[in-house]
């Protein structure tokens, strides 16, 4: 007698669902959109990656739940919202089963946790340029002598004092789960999804004042930790610029 097999089970089931994934198609932000793609992508689970341009989000926006993006729509039903919400319901449907693996749950919230400190401690620097008013400053602040003499101060300090203690943090992590990944293994989990995108928009060069090479020249070790993701099958030639292009 034959025995079923459950995975191909879900797999067919899930192949039944039509996921489509609506960012913006800015070439130089990745943003919180690309660490949900990674997941699709390491998955298997077909997707359809929908980017629209800034022309057209002024007529999507009002559609969107809470005006922003990126939304996930499955099956056209609704629109779903939240990129943390929509990169752990891909690990938990992922047919592999090593993207959000219950064994290693605290390991992989606690590693989200990091890199969310990280990306909560540079905003200031990186919004200062875009949104002054939010820090009292003027609304043109950024434009002027003084607003880029302070954007660059900020910016350059913070590379220098912050990044490598966060990215001792990352390696302490890497280290200690077996030298592969943040949570160990030999393959990804949504943690190092959302800390690829992270680390690697300090070198694609395109935020003022940042220094492509300060990641590598910071910690060797998470840039070696970088390109090796980068390298990954699945994800090897996604990225022509930054720490991991051309692997």
């Known amino acids: 007698m034959c025995q079923k097999n459950p995975d191909l089970d879900f797999l067919f089931i899930l192949n039944l669902f039509f996921f489509k994934y609506i960012s913006f198609a800015i070439v130089d932000i990745e943003g919180a959109a690309e660490p949900v793609r990674l997941a699709f992508i390491l998955s298997g689970i077909p997707f359809e990656d929908d980017r629209i341009t800034f022309p057209q989000w002024k007529d999507v926006k009002t559609k969107t739940p809470y005006g922003q993006l990126p939304v996930l729509s499955i099956d056209d039903g609704e629109l779903k919202t939240q990129s943390g919400a929509m990169i752990r319901y891909v690990g938990s449907i992922d047919p592999t089963g090593s993207l959000y693996p219950k064994d290693k749950l605290y390991d ?35 434009k002027t002598p003084e607003g880029k003499a302070k954007v660059e101060g900020m910016r350059k300090e913070w590379i220098k004092n912050e990044l490598p203690l966060f990215l001792s943090y990352l390696e302490s992590m890497i280290k200690k789960n077996g030298g592969t990944y943040l949570c160990g293994g030999d393959k990804p989990t949504i943690a190092d999804c959302m800390a690829i995108p992270a680390i690697r928009a300090f070198t694609r060069g395109h935020v003022d004042f940042v220094d492509v090479n300060c990641v590598e020249e910071s910690n060797s070790y998470v840039a070696a930790y970088v390109k090796r993701f980068c390298a990954f099958p699945e994800i090897k030639g996604r990225y022509s610029s930054g720490l991991g292009s051309g692997q």
């Not at 919230?109 to 009292?136: C, H, T």
């Open 108 to 142: 992989i919230e606690e590693a989200i946790g990091v890199v969310g400190d990280l990306q909560r401690s540079w905003s200031p620097m990186l919004y200062m340029s875009m949104s002054p008013k939010n820090f009292g400053y003027p609304e043109d602040f950024a």
